[in-house]
């Protein structure tokens, strides 16, 4: 009988993504929550570590996996986090976290980076491990290695971005985010912080003119339906970290954590790869969508950056140690 309600309980609220099931139900059940739709790479590597977490560890451990906000918008998912309601959460370290953490958002200072390589160089370094050390200070744990979401372009719907100039006024949905909206502050835009949750409905309705997000993303959230230029600034990178909280990372079982740690960090890898190749692709696929694309020159973009005084002014809230532990791998910014 008990058995019975508690079926028909998983089943009224079992998540998008569903794993096969072993004999008996797991022991440890664990909730997965991410803000990307179900067929980003993202959630297809976290559902194949979830399968590679219950083989390994003899079906004890099951990790379901929430995509697209069915948990809530970010700022949701990162209190549960944070309550211990939530196990894990893949959230961006420019966004909702650097809200707490302010040195999180520094990977996303603008036109710092060379490309991709030279980011997960630096992150699965010296400079990873002194953002990772910042988060348990505020009861958190991050996976060692990020999932990438990689080089952000500039959509909207009103003119192709060519110059600096070409952003003024114009109203960008940007994350919850003080570095992003400082960012396009400094750029002359008008940014309005929004969580992706409704980023569509915002640009469908006119309440911003644009948005600004990896090639990949802005294909899979179908961004290219309501926006009709498309400018590659490669204006910012970005990732995921995999987040879990302290105290509930202590209570998962002893010999269950190294094996979750190594599929969750292989998964990140792996979308990696799945994500630098998406976003050098999918620009003619977007085009026969209906997005017109231009290419910008970025040298005059940086040099607004730097007589605007941005850079000198997130050195001065990041502390010189970051900031010089950063320019080792980007060269001198600003
Ligand atoms: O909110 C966004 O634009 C997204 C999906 O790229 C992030 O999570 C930062």
């Not at 202590?250 to 190294?258: V, W």
Request: proline letters at 5%.
């Amino acid at each position: 009988r008990r058995r019975a309600l508690v079926t028909s309980a998983a089943l009224i609220s079992a998540p998008a993504l569903v794993l096969p099931r072993f004999a008996r139900a797991a022991e440890f059940t664990y909730k997965f929550g991410t803000n990307l739709p179900a067929t980003h790479p993202l959630n297809v590597r976290a559902m194949e570590a979830a399968e590679r977490i219950l083989k390994d560890t003899g079906g004890q451990v099951q990790i379901n996996v929430f995509p697209n906000n069915q948990l809530g918008n970010d700022a949701d998912m990162l209190s549960q986090l944070r309550a211990g309601g939530l196990e894990f959460f893949t959230v961006s370290g420019v966004n909702v976290l650097s809200q707490l953490v302010p040195i999180s958002s520094m990977w996303g200072l603008g036109f710092a980076w060379a490309d991709d390589d030279a980011v997960h160089k630096a992150l699965d370094g010296e400079l990873g491990k002194y953002l990772r050390a910042q988060f348990p200070k505020v009861g958190l744990m991050a996976m060692d290695t990020v999932w990438s979401s990689g080089f952000r372009q500039t959509t909207n719907s009103v003119r192709p971005i060519n110059t600096p100039d070409d952003l003024k006024g114009l109203k960008m949905r940007v994350p919850v985010s003080p570095l992003w909206t400082s960012l396009f502050k400094h750029l002359g835009a008008a940014p309005a912080s929004i969580n992706f949750a409704e980023t569509y409905s915002s640009l469908q309705t006119k309440v911003v003119d644009g948005q600004e997000n990896p090639l990949a993303i802005i294909s899979i959230a179908k961004l290219y339906e309501v926006q009709k230029y498309c400018s590659m600034t490669n204006h910012m990178w970005d990732g995921y970290w995999c987040m879990t909280n302290r105290k509930v990372w202590d209570r998962m079982p002893e010999k269950a954590r190294p094996i979750i740690a190594k599929h969750l960090n292989q998964a990140a890898l792996d979308m990696r790869a799945d994500g630098v190749k998406l976003n050098a692709s999918l620009r003619p696929e977007l085009t026969a969508k209906g997005l017109t694309f231009n290419d910008p020159k970025l040298g005059p973009f940086r040099e607004r950056l730097i007589a605007s005084g941005f850079y000198a002014e997130w050195k001065q809230k990041y502390g010189d140690e970051a900031w010089a532990l950063l320019e080792k791998h980007t060269g001198k910014l600003g």
